[in-house]
């Protein structure tokens, strides 16, 4: 027992909780990194246990963590910190809104968008639907240091899913003569669409204002209009790739099409929305790990006036800024 506290006490000597725990440098680093905080399990957990979790870390970050405590309760609790609280304000994120229930949320709606593709108002119902939770997701994972005024989110969720509305449903249309497996490629091409116009919409604070950059110790430099476009970029390449492989027309096939559940049709809706909750699980973590999430830029690509402030302060000596790109 003496030993075992002795090296519980020795490991937390120096022991930096906001230290990443894999190299966020290397795509694997960011893929377990990922797969950590996006565990669908941590969103049945209570709120209570979650403060609990909040006030460890906290109190890790103070210096004065309570005795006994090992490493691995400290990496824990960051597990579920990370997974619930936003990064910039510290805040509890809504349950829908974290990327810990994309994979639960996004598979039922997935699911009943893939199985209710044929008529108008299935595809009008289930696009606004999923329209109104990415919007709460995008609102929830953006840089907050740049705030939004509620008539903006009501502009931002009208136009994303107005976009993704007449994107599938002009298809649809458009494709009721076309064999049955381009018409299943609908629905990702609407959510394609909308993810376009859905992230940048509920995020035009950042793109208007720009987003705080800091240098590589954390240190203000100023708001940036460039990094916060690159920063945006990025969620929305990852947001289509998270949702292609569940919305392929391959997986779509599978179901309709191969095995014994061809003639079962009643089977046909659950087993979508499993077989997209599987293409998740996995794709959630791989999509999210696709660029950093601390996000750099060369001072270089700045925006004039930002550069030179920063090369009137600091001269050579600062190369890159960096910033959180939200997800």
């Known amino acids: 027992m003496e030993r075992q506290l002795y090296y519980t006490m020795a490991d937390l000597t120096g022991f930096n909780i906001d230290a990443p725990r894999w190299d966020q440098s290397t795509f694997m680093g960011r893929l377990k990194h990922f797969f950590n905080i996006t565990d669908c399990r941590t969103a049945l957990l209570p709120d209570s246990k979650l403060d609990e979790a909040k006030a460890l870390v906290e109190s890790c970050r103070a210096g004065s963590t309570p005795p006994g405590t090992t490493v691995e309760q400290l990496h824990y609790a960051k597990k579920l910190y990370d997974s619930a609280f936003h990064p910039d304000t510290g805040d509890r994120m809504n349950l829908i809104g974290r990327m810990s229930f994309q994979v639960p949320g996004g598979m039922a709606i997935t699911g009943f968008m893939l199985q209710f593709y044929?008529?108008?108002?299935?595809?009008?119902?289930?696009?606004?639907?999923?329209?109104?939770?990415?919007?709460?997701v995008n609102y929830t994972n953006r840089n907050a240091a740049s705030p939004i005024t509620p008539k903006q989110i009501g502009v931002a969720y009208a136009t994303a899913t107005s976009t993704a509305l007449a994107t599938a449903v002009g298809l649809n249309l458009y494709t009721k003569k076309a064999p049955p497996l381009v018409a299943r490629w609908v629905p990702f091409v609407a959510v394609a669409a909308a993810n376009c116009v859905n992230i940048p919409m509920m995020r035009q604070q950042e793109i208007l204002n720009g987003i705080a950059v800091t240098d590589e110790n954390g240190n203000k430099l100023g708001h940036s209009r460039k990094a916060a476009a690159k920063g945006i970029t990025q969620v929305v390449i990852s947001r289509v790739t998270m949702a292609a492989?569940?919305?392929?027309?391959?997986?779509?096939?599978?179901?309709?099409?191969?095995?014994?559940?061809?003639?079962?049709?009643?089977?046909?809706?659950?087993?979508?929305?499993m077989m997209v909750g599987v293409f998740l699980i996995f794709m959630v973590p791989a999509a999210c790990s696709l660029f950093p999430q601390q996000c750099s830029m060369a001072v270089s690509k700045l925006e004039p006036e930002l550069r030179e402030s920063i090369l009137s302060q600091y001269g050579e000596k600062v190369k890159y800024v960096y910033f959180n790109k939200g997800l």
Do not use: C, D
């Not at 027309?249 to 089977?267: C, M, W």
């Open 245 to 273: 492989p569940g919305m392929s027309k391959y997986s779509q096939t599978a179901v309709r099409e191969e095995g014994f559940t061809v003639k079962i049709t009643f089977l046909h809706g659950p087993l979508q929305v």
């Open 118 to 136: 044929r008529t108008v108002p299935a595809v009008v119902f289930w696009q606004w639907v999923n329209q109104s939770f990415n919007a709460l």
